[in-house]
């Protein structure tokens, strides 16, 4: 199992839907969970963190936290052609906190 | 305030020669990583440092060395370079801690071995 889990995708949406991005991961413990935009050629950008369970919202976007079912997700809303990109979750586990582990990434395609 | 600054951006090694990709960030963060990025994939960690004299490996660290002589700079270095190093290399840094905490990401370093 790996330790953070994306669907790699792509994942399809007209422009104006929401999209809707999933992670899950396996160390029970972790504390912080994060989500990154990556462009094609570019470093990751931060969009999103989140420590609590619920939800966390921040403009078009939402972040969504269950530690019950290890699941961490982040909503797009009214996507737009400029949110095509690579979201890649990150977690920072509970053994030492030092790294950030991170999923390989789902690729988002908003189609105009 | 530069934030995380990697040099160089781009360079192609022959099989076997060496070099050291350059990290430098101004943010005064004790942590700090190296990650590397297949294509298609997610990051993987190759070495990371809590602090300036204190390093330690990460899933990928064979192949590479690294040193922390000061806060601000952590070298990675590449000794006998292989085709399977081919990738594209990212530093980050961040302060320790549990919240508001998340790590920042230098441009990235695209390396080709041939």
């Known amino acids: 199992q790996k330790e953070v889990e994306q669907n790699s995708g792509p994942l399809s949406v007209p422009e104006g839907a929401i999209a809707s991005l999933n992670c899950t991961y396996s160390d029970r413990g972790s504390q912080s969970f994060f989500w990154y935009r990556q462009y094609s050629g570019k470093s990751p950008e931060l969009i999103m963190s989140i420590y609590s369970n619920g939800d966390k919202e921040d403009g078009r976007f939402t972040a969504q936290l269950n530690k019950a079912s290890q699941y961490v997700s982040l909503l797009i809303r009214d996507s737009q052609p400029s949110d095509s990109a690579t979201y890649l979750c990150a977690v920072l586990k509970d053994t030492g906190r030092r790294a950030l582990t991170f999923g390989s990434g789902t690729r988002l395609q908003v189609q105009p | 305030n530069a934030g995380v600054t990697q040099t160089p951006k781009f360079r192609i090694l022959k099989i076997g020669q060496s070099m050291t990709l350059q990290c430098a960030q101004d943010?005064?963060?004790?942590?700090m990583y190296w990650y590397r990025q297949d294509p298609g994939m997610g990051l993987k960690l190759i070495y990371y440092?809590?602090?300036?004299?204190?390093?330690d490996k990460g899933e990928v660290p064979n192949g590479y060395n690294v040193s922390r002589s000061t806060t601000e700079d952590f070298p990675l270095r590449l000794e006998l370079a292989a085709p399977s190093q081919t990738s594209v290399y990212f530093c980050a840094s961040r302060t320790p801690g549990e919240t508001n905490t998340e790590a920042f990401f230098g441009q990235g370093t695209r390396l080709t071995v041939v």
């Open positions: 943010m005064n963060h004790n942590y």
């Open positions: 440092s809590v602090g300036a004299g204190i390093t």
